[in-house]
């Protein structure tokens, strides 16, 4: 309702200032009507003209009439100008003649708009590189060689081989497949791309470990890498989960790859690391190709009048990494550098909190509502069941005979309409859905189709539209517990796909209107933690106009980065961060609580409740939100002499030397670092994720002082993902040594010997162990999550097994917590430079704002509630991990008789109580004992 969608358009001018643009955009022609439209796909049925789909990176077909894919939004069709037959050639016309609603159009022109707006958001993306210019790559001439991005059309179900793998050569399927990583990055040879991409190695054990069930017997898969960055959040383990399904990983960087045998598959060329030549057949070559600045966003920065760094990236800057140059206009996505989904996911969330600040004054005044139709009374009406069963492209068909699925569902009791969709979740289908409900005064609707973690909403949503209540729905998920799992056994999985349909049809026959628990929304914030995180959190919620508490655990404001010195980008954090603690201190809105802690949590979200202990003092605040910027911890070394010898430091202790001892440290003739020391083991199964360049920058900064210095660098892998490969790059040309170890075969020893410091390491190049003495030996300690157990205990919210808080979804929702209401940034999410931490928490405040900004919400309406057969034995308070239940007692004709009442607010409709209770005396609305009862009977429904 509140968002304009304009597609085929672009940024002509933009002309005003922070609060006032004029922005003109030009909306190229379509070629087809939007409102006749109904995307059946005859016109591209009949075009005649093909060319190559560059969604599916030129490895099929489209035509000139065309959608990108079979989920585009809008889901219309477009003509395009430049290859149709009409345009070219005068002729054709064939879309126009076979249309059935006259949509085609074309007479369309392009039309020139201007909009008046406060702020801007820009997030043009990227463009993967074209390794065309390689020619020892073979890339464009040796059929198997493609990149990563082909690949991945390739793998999947909804790609030109729906799934199936296959040889460009020969059509065979490939049973050995080689990666090369740093294809385009971390390169500044054969392009300009002297940065990481910062995803590359990840996607490309994604797609080692996805091959593995692609192909029968699994395959052989090999990862040629230099440096293996696995940095983020739980990425650690997935290089260990590939290790467990076989995925072989070689340190170096192919030089040549050639046609294989017969012209089928490639023979690669490659020195290992200790010399050797070696020389190796695959059946395919997958060049994992690097993001970089595309054209069109390099001219939108020109059109709008913002700067971009060297590598034509967007510049920000640390303590506002989503505010472009020029203020009023910001940052989303890979725009501002390379990054994978949940950074780019909370970097847009963040731009959308930076661009709501300067609307303030105007919050409100242009929104709508959505409003719905009367809902259909369905009371003492026969169940009427619709059932829209979904191909999703083929992630579902390819496995599932969907059509059997259709024939089989139209013989089950009161199912009276029975539909096949390609895409169950595409607008134009929404909307059929609608007129199918009406057409066939539909009372019941089932869904089989994908998760109903992310769609269930969606489907309510259209069932409401339709005038027919949310929860009148249930949903079979055949897609991720059935297709995708049954690849190799269709047969099984179109009889189980029956299965689910029937026993989604048995509940559906009894489910009942619901209704959403209606709650007012307290319009203050909670924020707990000072750092860096914090305190942005909590400027960025009193910018929007909130009351916030900050609760800060210590006597002092700035966590962290009050031991740094300076940001990754070289900026001074010193007076930044004086700047920020000012301005909280300062703003009216905020009110900080310093040697404080919360003692209590109550209530859900949009209204919480919480006593705060600070200074000796108890304080009762209300809220409707919180965000938990908890921070994190150098950890102390168990090992390298620390604590033993002074000259062994962690990081922040060197950086304390530096600063303090500056002519002591200039004076040292050696110095060493050693990393990954606490991290990437048994007890921390993790990247630390900033040490490695924080390593490289001090190391910088020792050769600036002192060139003749003798700096060493001991590491497993150099992780300085992003444009952060300057300073390793930069650091090897001042002459920094790099020395690999690995923990297993050669980790570093040191000890003492005639009052020197020695570190002993074997060089893998050489093959020979190396003696260094040392002045200073600087240790790359663990980071890890602060001690917050107390917290979680009070919000029920929990960490992962390293001790990080555990996000809603990885990826769709990076910065909300499991509890509605609650969010995170900085450092309690995982290790993270102060830019990140940043611009999590700008992030957590734009995701915060969603419920502040309203007076009341409404709550899921899936609750538990007590029965006649409940006789208060209370077995279920037991195990309800809300605090939803509590035991009463009433007098009934002179007898005292013991029952059992819940919170709806509290409740969370998890079903431990309807589980545990032996009597039926508490159940679930929408998963009643007698739902799923119907379920297990219809499971049990053999068939002949």
Known sequence: MNIELLTLSEIVDVAGQAGNFTVTVKKNPRYIDMDKCIACGICAQRCPKKVDDEFNMGIAKRKAAYIPYGQTVPLKYVIDPVNCLYFT??????????????????????????????????????????????????????????????????????????????????????????????????????????????????????????????????????????????????????????????????????????????????????????????????????????????????????????????????????????????????????????????????????????????????????????????????????????????????????????????????????????????????????????????????????????????????????LKEAGLNGYLLEMANIRNHNAWVHQQEPEKATQKAMDQVRMAVAKARMVQPLDKLEVEVTQKALVVGGGPAGLSAALGLAEQGYETVLVEKTGQLGGNALNIRKTAKGEDVGPALREMIRNVEANQRIRVLKNARLTTVNGIVGSFSSDVEADGKTEHIEYGAAILATGGRETVPEQYLYGTDSRVMTHLEFDRELADHAGRVKQANTAVFIQCVGSRNEKRNYCSRICCTHTAKSAIELKEQNPDMNVYVLYRDIRTYGAKEDFYTKARKLGVKFIRYDPKDNDPEVYQEDAGLKIRVTDPILGLPVAIDTDYLVLAAAIEANEISDLLSLFRCDTNQDGFLNEAHPKLRPVDLAVDGLFMAGMAAYPKMIEGSVSQARAAVSRAGVILSRNRMYLDAVKSYVTEQCDGCAVCLDVCPYDAISLTEETIDGRSVKKVSTEAALCKGCGLCEATCPKQGIQVYSFTNNQLRAQVRAALDLRN
Not at 122 to 147: A, C, M, Q, R
Not at 351 to 369: H, M
Not at 370 to 394: D, H, L, M, Q, W
């Open 89 to 462: 050639k005068g002729k054709c016309r064939a879309c126009e003649k076979f249309c059935p609603t006259g949509a085609v159009n074309f007479e369309d022109k392009e039309e020139i708009l201007d909009f008046s707006v406060g702020s801007l958001i820009l997030s043009p993306g990227f463009e993967s590189y074209d390794p065309s210019g390689l020619d020892f790559y073979g890339y464009g001439k040796i059929p198997d060689v493609v990149t990563s991005m082909e690949y991945e059309r390739m793998l999947s179900a909804g790609g030109p081989f729906q799934g199936h793998l296959e040889k460009r050569s020969d059509g065979r399927e490939p049973k050995s497949i080689a990666w090369i990583q740093c294809v385009g990055s971390r390169n500044t040879n054969q392009c300009e791309n002297g940065y990481c991409s910062s995803v590359c190695c990840m996607y490309a054990m994604k797609q080692a470990i996805i091959t593995d069930t692609h192909i029968a017997g699994g395959g052989e898969q090999t990862i040629f890498m230099m440096d293996l960055r696995a940095h983020g959040k739980e990425f650690e383990r997935y290089h260990q989960y590939a290790l467990e399904h076989n995925v072989r990983f070689v340190r170096a960087r192919p030089h040549t790859i050639d046609p294989g045998p017969g012209n089928s598959g490639v023979t690669m060329r490659y020195v290992t690391e200790d010399g050797r030549t070696m020389k190796e057949d695959f059946d395919m070559a997958v060049l994992s190709v690097g993001m970089e600045a595309s054209d069109d966003a390099r001219r939108l920065a020109e059109k709008t009048g913002i700067s971009l760094n060297h590598y034509q990236f967007a510049q920000t800057s640390s303590f506002k990494p989503a505010a472009s140059t020029r203020e009023g206009i910001f940052i989303g996505g890979a725009f501002g550098g390379p990054m994978n989904i949940p950074t780019a996911v909370a970097q847009a969330s963040s731009a959308a909190a930076e661009a709501a600040r300067g609307l303030v004054s105007s919050k409100n005044t242009l929104t709508r509502e959505k409003k719905y139709p009367a809902e259909t009374n369905i009371a003492g009406k026969e169940p009427r069941i619709g059932v829209f069963v979904c191909s999703c492209g083929v992630n579902i068909s390819s496995t599932v005979d969907v059509e059997a699925v259709v024939e089989y569902t139209k013989s089950l009791s009161n199912v009276v309409f029975v539909e096949n969709n390609m895409f169950s979740c595409s607008t134009d289908t929404q909307h059929m859905m609608a007129k199918a409900v009406a057409e066939n005064e539909l009372n019941r609707i089932v869904v089989a189709a994908c998760s109903p973690r992310t769609h269930e909403p969606l489907f309510q949503d259209t």
